[in-house]
């Protein structure tokens, strides 16, 4: 990680929302330049935990209430006024550290050479507060690798990565925009592939009941406005609803899928659990 403390710069003056690296960082609001440098920004003590410990930060910014309040996190950051920080952050009232990080996307192929027996697909999913909200539940879940399918979000939004909690820096995260070659990808590798709808024929109680989770999994999950693409209900080998036993018309995108992930993670830790 770039940059030197406050405590190595004896004399020099903090960083500014004019500081020329500090320009260059606040560029990575925009996609375009995370897509350009491989490059984003992650906000806020917790992500920046996490990213250290991924070896993901290429320089952390933070003012100097920050560096006394998180000693542990500030050692080799470089120290900017509370108006640059204001400047690279998207929240209304700032942490006091944002960090520049690597980008920690993977290939599909590469994600499925590890064999993973839980995979959460995100097709089309363009609300990145959902987004990130669903990554941060598969990685509790145990998901081996989470798929952004299609025409979805930016999992480097910074709104998903704020919304992830961290786990933007866990699980293997691909990004492939042709979700229908996905799915046939997940399929060749042996998951049977489920998608969450409203208006599915097979119910998640009756399919868990019968075993039906006990497998390698992987689950597609589509926009809250607008569910999956028929193409991909077509494409799935089960279309599963959650079943709602209350009045309540609906559950929304991320409850939904919290209820799959988990009834899949239950089933995939009895022994008796299928490997592939």
Same mark, same amino acid.
């Given at each position: 990680?770039?940059?030197?403390?406050?405590?190595?710069?004896?004399?020099?003056?903090?960083?500014?929302?004019?500081?020329?690296?500090?320009?260059?960082?606040?560029?990575?609001?925009?996609?375009?330049?995370?897509?350009?440098?491989?490059?984003?920004?992650?906000?806020?003590?917790?992500?920046?935990?996490?990213?250290?410990?991924? =070896?993901?930060?290429?320089?952390?910014?933070?003012?100097?209430?920050?560096? =006394?309040?998180?000693?542990?996190?500030?050692?080799?950051?470089?120290?900017?006024?509370?108006?640059?920080?204001? @400047? *690279?952050?998207?929240?209304?009232?700032?942490?006091?550290? !944002?960090?520049?990080?690597?980008?920690?996307?993977?290939?599909?192929?590469?994600?499925?050479?590890?064999?993973?027996?839980?995979?959460?697909?995100?097709?089309?999913?363009?609300?990145?507060?959902?987004?990130?909200?669903?990554?941060?539940?598969?990685? @509790?879940?145990?998901?081996?690798?989470? +798929?952004?399918?299609?025409?979805?979000?930016?999992?480097?939004?910074?709104?998903? +990565? /704020?919304? #992830?909690? %961290?786990?933007?820096?866990?699980?293997?995260?691909?990004?492939?925009?042709?979700?229908?070659?996905? +799915?046939?990808?997940?399929?060749?590798?042996?998951?049977? +592939?489920?998608?969450?709808?409203?208006?599915?024929?097979?119910?998640?109680?009756?399919?868990?009941?019968?075993?039906?989770?006990?497998?390698?999994?992987?689950? *597609?999950? %589509? #926009?809250?406005?607008?569910?999956?693409?028929?193409?991909?209900?077509?494409?799935?080998?089960? /279309? !599963?609803?959650?079943?709602?036993?209350?009045?309540?018309?609906?559950?929304?995108?991320?409850?939904?899928?919290? !209820?799959? *992930?988990?009834?899949? @993670?239950?089933?995939?830790?009895?022994?008796?659990? @299928?490997?592939?």
């Amino acid at each position: 990680m770039s940059g030197l403390s406050h405590e190595q710069r004896p004399g020099v003056a903090p960083f500014t929302e004019r500081t020329p690296r500090v320009i260059a960082a606040r560029r990575l609001h925009r996609r375009r330049d995370r897509d350009e440098t491989s490059l984003f920004l992650a906000e806020g003590p917790q992500a920046v935990r996490e990213a250290i410990a991924a =070896q993901a930060v290429k320089e952390l910014f933070a003012t100097a209430d920050a560096e =006394q309040r998180h000693p542990e996190l500030t050692r080799d950051a470089t120290l900017v006024t509370d108006g640059a920080i204001a @400047a *690279l952050a998207e929240t209304v009232a700032p942490q006091g550290l !944002v960090a520049v990080c690597h980008q920690q996307g993977v290939r599909l192929p590469d994600a499925l050479a590890k064999k993973p027996r839980l995979v959460a697909v995100l097709a089309e999913i363009r609300d990145p507060g959902n987004a990130g909200t669903i990554l941060r539940t598969a990685d @509790a879940a145990g998901a081996g690798a989470v +798929v952004f399918a299609g025409d979805a979000v930016d999992p480097y939004n910074g709104k998903c +990565v /704020r919304a #992830s909690a %961290g786990s933007v820096f866990h699980t293997d995260l691909v990004r492939d925009g042709d979700a229908l070659a996905a +799915v046939q990808q997940l399929k060749e590798n042996g998951l049977t +592939v489920l998608a969450a709808t409203g208006y599915g024929d097979t119910d998640l109680d009756d399919l868990a009941d019968t075993g039906g989770l006990a497998r390698p999994t992987a689950w *597609l999950f %589509g #926009s809250e406005a607008h569910g999956l693409p028929d193409a991909l209900l077509a494409a799935a080998d089960r /279309r !599963v609803r959650v079943p709602l036993h209350g009045r309540a018309e609906s559950l929304n995108l991320a409850a939904a899928a919290a !209820v799959c *992930l988990y009834a899949s @993670a239950r089933a995939l830790r009895r022994p008796e659990a @299928a490997r592939p």
